[in-house]
């Protein structure tokens, strides 16, 4: 019998991965999101699961080429001019954050984060949900031109530090991994242990499996506020409803920010939007995926398709389609692959993501000071698919207090009080 209970606000990929965690350690948990859990940032992305990915957000260079950037309208990456007192100070923290030691500091538990997801993905895979497209075919970073390559290639050496394994690869190397790929590069860097997969697919096998297992979902019931005394949160409330509980998760996406400022809590975080488009018959198939790296597209094979996914612009957190960025994706694609030219991907249907982001790159993940039974599992940014797992395992042992495998102190969700 289930003695206590835990209600997740929010019913994405990191929502689900708790509520699947806490229901394996006894808890009976209800999961509430204000959409149909269909809607949210885990459906259209990219799928990448990435090991690869240990350089925050926040890491030297990202200022100049965001400036570089700034004034281009076809560029992968936008930061509104506006003079908004939440966007400044999250400008702020990441400018303090971009810098060589943060990097160093942070990359050991991002790859470890990564490779303990990916195993435990496999784990999930394994316990009676339908296919999900999983391929452990690795990610290649292909670059058009040699500066860029060598940019990249300097990262080999500190990704096999961390035990991570990769190789510069020439670009008829990467012709023969995938063999019948018209190519125009310069060459990539090969990540092997990397894997991808049909978001959608997992998404929806996991929330079936959890009904099965008896987790209670609310579609359409947003949380509007909380009721709480001597640092305990009492319960959580929608428009028509209350909810109490022993443990209350906010797992809220790019909303988790608004949600905790009824809390109180201080949490930098705005959204990172972006795009994708599937299409479901191309012209070629990439077998392996791959990002676009001078563009910063993803291209990810999946089980309906090929996805193309890109661009990130920071604090726009509505979900309005700009036509000039894309645009930017779409002729940045036949320059790597001929195979495709700008107009096949004229109107296809435009899927719009809001990424959760936090200022340093890192995840927030743990109790917030003065709260003793509240979770904060939000800030993901571009790796909240590959991070899903990892994270709802580590949000059950935080429930539970349970002795964690590392320390996670760096993604303190009070680290700037
Ligand atoms: C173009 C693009 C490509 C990407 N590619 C990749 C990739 O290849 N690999 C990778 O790892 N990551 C990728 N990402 C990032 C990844 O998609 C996100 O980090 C991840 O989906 C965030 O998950 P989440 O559960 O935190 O948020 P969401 O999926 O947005 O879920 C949050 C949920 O909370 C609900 N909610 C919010 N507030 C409330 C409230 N008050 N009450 C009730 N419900 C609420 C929302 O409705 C939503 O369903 C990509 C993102 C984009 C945009």
Redo the contacts with the bound molecule.
Sequence with gaps: MKTKKAVV???????LCSAYFLNKKGFEVTV????DFR????HG????I?PSHFIPLAAPGAIKLGLKWMFNPESPFHLPLRLDKDLITWVWKFYRAANKRHVTRSAPLLSWLNLASKQLYEEIGEEALPAFGFQKKGLLMVCKTFKVLDEEASLVTMAQKLGIKAMVLSSDEVRQLDPGLRLAIAGAVYFPGDAFLTPQLFMSGLYHRLCTLGVSFLPF???ISFSKKAGVITAAHTKNKSFVADEYII?????SGR?CRNLSVNLPLIAGK???VLLPQPKARPKICAILTEARV?VTPMQNGLRF??TMELGNAHEKVNKKRLNGIFKSIPRYFPDFKAVDFQNLDVWT????CSPDGLPYLGRPKHFKNLILA?G????????GPVTGHLVSQIACNEKMERDISLLNPSRYD
């Design positions: 606000v929010g019913g994405g990929i990191i929502g509430i999101d204000k959409g809607q949210g940032c885990s992305n990219a799928g990448m990435v019931s947003e949380v797992a809220g996406g790019a909303w949600l972006g795009y994708s993803a996914a890109g993501g809001l990424r959760p939000t993901h940014a571009m790796m909240g698919l590959s991070l």
